[in-house]
C-alpha cells in the first residue's frame, strides 16, 4: 500500500524526514518496503532560489545589448550574473539558478551552471525564464516575481512545489485499519504522542430536498448500514493540481473531480464511496438486494458479468447499477455531462464482499477495504466531508436529506485485560497511565477499571483485535519491542496451550527415521480423476467433494484415498527407469459424508516397489516383499511406542490383495498389504506395489514418550518349541494372543519360525512352527515349572484352536 508523506502531514503533524517516519512506521508494525521522491518539474528546482538585482549595467557585444547584474541570492555576498533577457532591471525579484545546479529546461537537454567568464565578465550564476526551469514554455524574458520573500528561499517553496514522498507499506492483512492515510496517521499519533488533524465537516448542511432518493435495503445482513444523498448543480470537469498530485503520488491516474473526490475519501479516511449520476437511478429508488441467478451484468470495466444470487447488487427500480463494494456499471457511472450526482458511503459485511470478488475475479480499491472490514460508524462523516470537497471542486449543492440507514449498530467489542498478562507477556512492567494512553491513541477505550485491570472496548473496525493477547500487542508494538531490555535470563510465555505432542515435530521425526531408512518423502496433488474414486468406491468413507471450477477432468474432484497418488508418484519414476523406490508421504483426504458435511483425514501412507536393495555385486537381487512393508510399518509403531494393537482381517472390499489391518481399541490405525492388481494395471505398473495407509491423528494419539526401563535378569532364558497342527484359517495372531492369555508371567517373547502347508497334515490344514522364550525374573527355572507352564500352553492351543501337537 502507498501513502503520501505531504497527505500525511495533512492529518498530523510531521516535521520530521519522510526516512524518520519510515522507521516509526516499521517500529510499529507497519513495515516500510521504500521511499521515493516524487518531483513535480524535473529536479525539483533544487540550487534554483529567489533573489534581488541590486544593479544592473547595459554593455554592447557585437550589436547585442547584455547586462552585468549584482544579485543577492541569500549568500554573505551578491553574485555577478550577466544576463541576455532584455527585460532585467534592478530592484526586481528573480528566479536565480546558482553556480552547481543542474536545471532541466523544457525541451531540452539539462545541464549545470558553473562559475565563468563571460564575454570578459565572470558570472557567478543565471537568471531565469519560465522555460529554462521547466515551469513553462515562455521564453520572453526573464521570471520577474511579486513577493516579499526572504532573499535565497528556495523558488520550490515560491511555486508550492515542495517535493512529495511515496512510502510503500508492507500491510499484512490483518492491519485492515491501516489500510489509509488516516489509519497510518492513528499510529502515527499514538508512537509519537501527537494529535490527529481532522477535517472540520461543521460546514455541512442540506440546501434543499428537491431531490430526494427512497432507499430500501433488503438484505441488511449483507448491508447493515447505507447512506447517501445527492448533489445537484455539479459541473465534471479535471480535478485541480493539489488533488490530482495527491493521487498520482500514491500510484492512482486522476479520471474527474467527482470520482477523484470518492477515490480521495477511500485512501484519505478508508471509506470507499460511490457516486452514480442521479439521472441514470431509474424511478429515483435505490433498492440493495441480491442479484437473481444468471443475470448478465456489464461492470465499468466493459465486461459482462454472470451475476449469482448471493452477489449483493447496488440497483434502482429496474436494474442493477453496480455490485456492492466491489465495481460500479456502465450505465450510472460519472459522464463529464453529468450535473446530478448521488452520493454512496456503505458499510458491506466482509464475508459477502469477499466471495463475490473471488468469484468474478475483480480486485478493486474499494473490495480490498470491505472485505477485510471498513469502520461502519465512520459512515456518515465520510459521506458530509466528501460531500463538502465536491462542492468546493465541483460546484453545487446537497438537494436532499441525507439517506441513513443503519438499524441494528455494531457495537464495540468487550475484552478484559488483567495487568499481570500484560507483565507477563511483554516481560516488562509498564506504567498503566502509559498503557491507557496507547490504547486510547488507538481508539480503545477503557471501562471498568480496577487495580487488576480493565475491560477494553475495541471498535469494529479494528477486527484483528479480538482476545486479550491482541490488546497486548497493540500496547507492545506502540511502546517498541526495541524498549524492552533482555534479563539475564531469556524466557518466553504465551496464553496458548501447546500440544502435549507436536504434530509437526512428530511428521520430522517420522519423516527423518524413514529417511534413514531408504525412502524418500513426496507431495501430491489433493485433486485426482473421479476415476480413481470410483474403482475403489465401496471402500470410500462417503461421496466425492466435487471442484465448483475445475481446471480440468482429470482435477475435478478432491482425493478420498492417497493410494493413486501414492502409485502416480511410482509410475512417474517407473517410467523413467527408477526402478526401486520407496516412497512416504504426508496428506489428506476429503470426504462429504452421509449427513452432508465434510471431513478432512490426515494420513501416512508409505509404497514400495521393485528390489529390496540396489544392485549389487556383494549380494543377489531380492525382490520386495509384504514382510518388507510389515517390517516398515513396525518400525512406525514402534517409534510411538504403540502397545496393545489387535489384528484385523482386510475388509473384502479393500484395495489390497492381501494384507493386514492393526487396530487399537477397535479404530484402524493401519492397514497394510500388496495392492491388487486390477488398480496397479490402471497406472500401467507391471510390478507388484506394497502400500500402507496410517491413519496419522489415531496414530499421533497413541505417542508414549515415557520410556521404561528395566534391570537384566541374572536368571537365565529358556526356549521350547511347539510343532501345532491347526486349521487353515487360524492365524498366527490368534496363536499369540491363545499364548499370553494364559500365561503371562513367564512367557517373554513367542515366534514363528516355519510354517507348512502339504498332504501330510490334511488338505485343509498348516502346521506353524513355533519358539516360546521363558524367564522368571527372581529365580532360575526348574524343569518342572517349565514342563507345567508348556503343558498349560499346550492344553490352551487344543481347547481355543483345536490344535493338534505335532511329537
Known amino acids: 500500500m502507498k501513502l503520501s508523506y505531504n497527505w500525511l502531514r495533512q492529518l498530523i503533524d510531521i516535521p520530521e524526514l519522510p526516512e524518520e517516519i519510515g522507521k516509526v512506521f516499521t517500529a510499529t508494525g507497519l513495515e516500510v518496503e521504500g521511499i521515493e521522491k516524487i518531483e513535480t518539474v524535473a529536479g525539483g528546482l533544487a540550487g534554483i532560489v529567489v533573489g534581488e538585482v541590486l544593479t544592473c549595467e547595459t554593455f554592447m557585444v557585437k550589436e547585442k545589448q547584455l547586462s552585468l547584474t549584482t544579485v543577492d541570492v541569500g549568500a554573505a555576498t551578491p553574485s555577478q550574473i550577466v544576463c541576455g533577457a532584455a527585460n532585467v532591471r534592478a530592484g526586481q525579484k528573480v528566479i536565480v539558478a546558482t553556480v552547481g545546479t543542474t536545471i532541466y529546461p523544457a525541451g531540452g537537454q539539462p545541464f549545470t551552471i558553473g562559475s565563468r567568464k563571460t564575454y570578459g565578465h565572470l558570472s557567478e550564476g543565471m537568471i531565469c525564464a519560465e522555460d529554462e526551469i521547466g515551469m513553462g514554455e515562455s521564453h520572453d524574458g526573464i521570471m520577474v516575481l511579486n513577493t516579499d520573500l526572504p532573499n535565497g528561499t528556495p523558488a520550490a517553496d515560491y511555486f508550492g512545489l515542495a517535493p512529495d514522498y511515496t512510502i510503500e507499506i508492507g500491510l499484512t492483512p490483518n492491519r485492515a485499519d491501516a489500510a489509509s492515510h488516516l489509519g497510518a496517521a492513528r499510529d502515527l499519533r499514538a508512537a509519537l504522542q501527537r494529535p490527529l488533524k481532522m477535517p472540520s465537516v461543521a460546514s455541512f448542511k442540506v440546501q434543499n430536498n428537491d431531490f430526494p432518493i427512497e432507499l430500501v435495503v433488503e438484505n441488511p445482513e449483507a448491508c447493515p448500514r447505507f447512506c447517501g444523498l445527492t448533489i445537484n448543480g455539479v459541473t465534471v470537469q479535471p480535478s485541480p493540481d493539489w488533488l490530482q498530485k495527491a493521487l498520482r503520488a500514491i500510484g492512482l491516474n486522476p479520471i474527474n473531480n467527482v470520482v477523484d473526490a470518492t477515490n480521495y475519501i477511500c485512501h484519505g479516511l478508508g471509506q470507499p464511496m460511490h457516486a452514480y449520476d442521479w439521472h441514470a437511478i431509474v424511478g429515483q429508488k435505490i433498492v440493495v438486494k441480491n442479484a437473481t441467478e444468471g443475470a448478465k451484468f456489464t461492470t465499468l470495466d466493459k465486461v459482462e458479468r454472470t451475476l449469482s444470487a448471493t452477489d449483493l447488487m447496488v440497483c434502482n427500480a429496474e436494474e442493477p447499477m453496480g455490485i456492492g463494494g466491489i465495481f460500479g456499471g456502465t450505465k450510472s457511472g460519472i459522464k463529464d455531462s453529468t450535473t446530478r450526482i448521488y452520493l454512496e458511503c456503505a458499510y458491506f459485511e466482509p464475508n459477502s464482499i469477499r466471495k463475490t470478488a473471488l468469484r468474478h475475479g475483480l480486485k478493486t480499491d474499494a473490495s480490498f477495504r470491505f472485505e477485510r472490514g471498513t469502520d461502519p460508524k465512520f459512515k456518515l462523516y465520510a459521506l458530509q466531508y466528501c460531500a463538502l470537497l465536491i462542492q468546493e471542486i465541483a460546484g453545487g449543492e446537497v438537494a436532499s436529506e441525507v439517506e441513513d440507514f443503519y438499524p441494528n449498530p455494531i457495537p464495540n467489542v468487550a475484552v478484559p485485560v488483567k495487568y499481570k498478562n500484560v507483565d507477563r507477556l511483554i516481560g516488562k512492567v509498564l506504567d498503566r497511565p502509559l498503557m491507557h494512553r496507547i490504547l486510547q491513541d488507538l481508539d480503545i477505550e477503557l471501562h471498568h477499571q480496577t487495580a487488576d485491570g480493565f475491560v477494553a472496548s475495541v471498535p469494529p473496525y479494528r477486527v484483528d483485535v479480538q482476545r486479550e493477547a491482541d490488546i497486548i500487542e497493540e500496547i507492545l508494538r506502540i ?329
Open 479 to 807: 511502546y517498541g519491542l526495541d524498549n524492552i531490555e533482555l534479563s539475564a535470563q531469556l524466557s518466553a510465555d504465551s496464553f496458548s496451550a501447546f500440544p502435549v505432542v507436536d504434530p509437526d515435530k512428530q511428521k520430522l521425526r517420522i519423516a527423518n527415521l524413514l529417511a534413514a531408512n531408504g525412502f524418500n518423502e513426496t507431495m501430491t496433488n489433493s485433486l485426482t480423476k473421479p476415476l480413481y474414486n470410483e474403482a475403489v468406491r465401496e471402500s470410500l468413507l462417503g461421496a466425492d467433494v466435487l471442484m465448483l471450477n475445475a481446471l480440468s477432468e482429470d482435477l475435478s474432484v478432491m482425493r478420498q484415498t492417497m493410494l493413486f497418488s501414492s502409485m502416480e508418484s511410482l509410475a512417474y519414476n517407473l517410467n523413467r527407469r527408477q526402478r526401486d523406490l520407496k516412497l512416504c508421504e504426508f496428506g489428506k483426504t476429503y470426504h462429504k459424508m452421509p449427513d452432508g458435511k465434510y471431513a478432512e483425514k490426515s494420513h501416512l501412507v508409505l509404497a514400495m516397489a521393485g528390489s529390496k536393495h540396489g544392485e549389487s555385486w556383494l549380494e543377489k537381487d531380492q525382490k520386495l516383499a509384504y514382510h518388507d512393508l510389515a517390517a516398515m510399518v513396525h518400525l512406525v509403531l514402534n517409534a510411538f511406542r504403540v502397545e496393545g494393537l489387535q489384528t484385523q482381517e482386510l475388509a473384502a472390499q479393500s484395495v489390497f490383495d492381501y494384507g493386514l489391518t492393526y487396530a487399537r481399541n477397535k479404530k484402524p490405525l493401519v492397514s497394510f498389504g500388496q495392492v491388487k492388481t486390477k488398480l496397479t494395471k490402471m497406472l500401467d505398473i507391471k510390478q507388484p506395489v506394497f502400500y500402507a495407509d496410517f491413519d496419522w491423528t489415531l496414530l499421533l494419539k497413541q505417542y508414549n514418550d515415557r520410556v521404561r526401563f528395566a534391570e537384566v535378569s541374572k536368571f537365565p532364558e529358556v526356549r521350547r518349541d511347539l510343532s501345532l497342527v491347526l486349521d487353515k484359517g487360524v492365524s498366527f495372531e490368534q496363536i499369540k494372543q491363545t499364548a499370553y492369555k494364559y500365561e503371562r508371567e513367564l512367557l517373554q517373547a513367542i515366534n514363528v519360525f516355519d510354517v507348512y502347508e502339504g498332504d501330510n497334515i490334511g488338505a485343509e490344514k498348516k502346521s506353524y512352527s513355533v519358539s516360546f522364550n521363558l524367564q522368571d525374573a527372581t529365580q532360575t527355572l526348574t524343569d518342572k515349572v517349565i514342563d507345567k507352564t508348556m503343558q498349560k500352553l499346550i492344553m490352551a492351543f487344543e481347547k481355543e484352536l483345536g490344535a493338534v501337537i505335532r511329537k
